[in-house]
């Protein structure tokens, strides 16, 4: 298994040094931010582009959702959190050439195991936190965790690392930091955030930094954006960005494509919401906000994908059966499993639900959406998780165009009010 995983590492190192001397080692020449973790990569990236944007500096950005070079995003063809290393390289060769003052990367586990950013030298480095992810590609815990860490190996010498304080792993993490270290979070650490008031449609808080205070007024709900709002903070901070550039770039922020994206409807009087949340530990956090927020009833309709780490499954519908009123299990990128089978493992874990009463087992993905939003009453939330911004869907024979925003909407539009 060793030798395999040795051979494995060599490919991937010669297919990421190839890619470097093709585009002329490009990532050696820029000056880039680069952000992992378990959740809130995407999110935290588009923060810290606003905040570079409100100090003028002119940026690309490389996410899951899309990706930008001075202008107008992109959606991301290649449905990667990190590009494969010719992609990336030939992506950061245009940034050198468009002569863009920053670039901002959101970086995965895939990404960093595999060495496709060999090559990429950065200024700053974020972990936003580390939980359980991946373990059908990493094999366990600790070696997802290993994987995470080695973007601590890219930053330059004069550079610096945004640890989350509030993390369990933040101690452990700080040892593999070769660089300064500037911790944030919601009480603790050197960028933090008080007297928060969490609205529906937002976040008030006090940001906190060795330079000075200032009320921040935030347009995206949820504590955990304002974790990583703080993180950004932290990166405009390190880099000597103006107090009042780093609140005006976190207040530009509406909203980030598929993440806590609300499907407006002026004809219903209920709310919905589309996310991309897909493990236990984010799920968790987001039906908690969310539950404070929620008048009535808390709906939610998601599935877990195929090929991929079966033991998430039931632990998904652990969560889901503890936080929300009712349940819809439902298709999500099944590739070649039986989405039946996957829907019935998460099932395991909805212990406190009964049956077609609130609790629903639906494998079309439209018709669990449409099933959803005709139980939604007056003061419920509806959210549709698991897709986000994707805009396919993975069968096993083919992928499908699909979007959950699109379809939520066209549902909205169609449903008869009561």
Not at 24 to 51: E, L, M, R
Not at 197 to 204: D, E, V
Not at 283 to 310: H, S, Y
Not at 363 to 380: H, M, Y
Request: charged share 25%; glycine share 8%.
């Amino acid at each position: 298994m060793k030798i395999l995983s040795s051979v494995k590492l060599v490919y991937w190192n010669l297919k990421a040094y190839a890619a470097n001397v093709l585009n002329g080692f490009p990532g050696q020449k820029i000056k880039a931010v680069g952000v992992t973790g378990t959740n809130g990569k995407t999110t935290t990236c588009y923060f810290v582009d606003s905040i570079l944007n409100a100090a003028s500096f002119k940026t690309a950005r490389m996410t899951t959702v899309d990706y930008t070079l001075g202008g107008a995003p992109r959606p991301n063809p290649v449905h990667l959190t990190s590009f494969g290393p010719f992609d990336l390289q030939k992506f950061l060769r245009q940034v050198k050439q468009k002569k863009l003052d920053w670039t901002v990367l959101e970086l995965s586990s895939h990404g960093l195991a595999q060495n496709r950013v060999l090559g990429v030298k950065l200024q700053a480095a974020i972990i936003t936190y580390i939980s359980r992810e991946h373990l059908d590609f990493h094999g366990s815990v600790e070696e997802y965790f290993r994987a995470k860490m080695k973007i601590m190996n890219l930053v330059d010498k004069n550079g610096f690392v945004v640890l989350n304080r509030d993390d369990k792993n933040f101690e452990v993490m700080k040892k593999y930091a070769h660089n300064q270290v500037i911790s944030f979070g919601i009480l603790r650490g050197d960028i933090t955030a008080q007297n928060t008031k969490y609205l529906a449609r937002g976040s008030q808080f006090l940001l906190k930094t060795p330079k000075g205070s200032l009320r921040v007024n935030l347009k995206m709900p949820g504590r955990f954006n304002v974790y990583n709002a703080l993180a950004a903070a932290a990166v405009g901070y390190g880099l000597g960005i103006e107090l009042e550039k780093i609140r005006e770039g976190l207040e530009n922020m509406n909203y980030v494509p598929g993440r806590m994206e609300e499907i407006k409807s002026p004809r219903h009087n209920f709310r919905v919401l589309v996310d991309y949340v897909h493990t236990p530990d984010a799920l968790a956090l987001v039906l908690e906000e969310l539950r404070q927020l929620t008048k009535n009833k808390l709906i939610i309709v998601f599935g877990m994908p195929g090929l991929r780490d079966p033991s998430n499954r039931p632990l998904m519908g652990a969560t889901a059966d503890r936080s929300a009123d009712i349940v819809i299990l439902t298709d999500e990128n099944p590739r070649t499993e039986d989405p039946l089978d996957i829907i019935n493992q998460i099932g395991q874990g909805v212990k406190r639900k009964i049956i077609n009463k609130n609790f629903f087992k639906i494998v079309d993905r439209k018709a669990a959406i449409q099933k959803a939003l005709s139980l939604a009453e007056p003061g419920d939330l509806v959210l549709v998780a698991g897709k986000g911004p994707e805009n396919y869907m993975e069968l096993k024979d083919q992928t499908i165009e699909w979007d959950d925003r699109l379809v939520t909407k066209k549902l909205l539009k169609e449903i008869k009010l009561s």
